[in-house]
């Protein structure tokens, strides 16, 4: 049982290490025109304080009853799926993979000419196919640049949620076990 809380444990942190450095290395998952450094580091930041968070508490947590852990482990773990969900959903419909060149990333709120142009040609790859690549990429950042940031924001946010869920769901497991094994020896 000693073993299962240092599992958990390895568990959380290599879900607050490895994504971060991952994305730094090889930008999975952030979108085009966003700073991969700016993801890598933000889920590095972010699930390191989380754990060091959960460890000044461990005392705390591992008072808590066993039913309670439970309850937040399956809350995180749904808000994991949650959130992973709302991520590909995201990346998916927002972000516009154009063969042979680079990605681009339509803002959630499209405004001036970008918005006129989705709305003549009905969709982003018809627009990309009517103005290419680089003419929809110079209206995007000309008339929609507080949008894209935005956009970027969410996408951060989103997908800081969910490598903090994991870490945290994995963390306060790896503390209660490794607790209740003490409290037993």
């Not at 006129?116 to 950042?141: N, P």
């Not at 949008?147 to 989103?158: D, G, H, K, P, R």
Request: with cysteine.
């Amino acid at each position: 049982m000693k073993k299962l809380g240092k599992v958990f444990s390895g568990i959380s942190a290599t879900f607050a290490l490895i994504p971060g450095m991952t994305i730094l290395i090889t930008k999975l998952g952030v979108p085009p025109g966003a700073s991969q450094v700016v993801f890598g580091a933000s889920i590095e930041s972010v699930c390191v304080l989380i754990l060091l968070t959960l460890w000044v508490n461990k005392q705390k947590i591992g008072l808590l009853p066993s039913r309670l852990i439970t309850k937040y482990t399956i809350i995180m773990g749904v808000t994991f799926v949650i959130l992973f969900i709302s991520y590909l959903f995201l990346y998916g419909y927002y972000v516009e993979e154009v063969p042979h060149s680079a990605n681009l990333l339509f803002p959630l709120w499209p405004g001036g000419e970008l918005a006129e142009g989705l709305q003549i040609h009905g969709s982003q790859l018809r627009l990309v196919e009517a103005w290419g690549r680089d003419d929809v990429y110079k209206v995007i950042q000309s008339s929609s640049s507080i949008s894209i940031q935005l956009t970027i924001i969410l996408f951060l946010l989103n997908y800081m949620g969910i490598f903090v869920t994991l870490t945290a769901g994995f963390g306060i497991l790896g503390i209660k076990v490794a607790e209740t094994n003490e409290k037993k020896e």
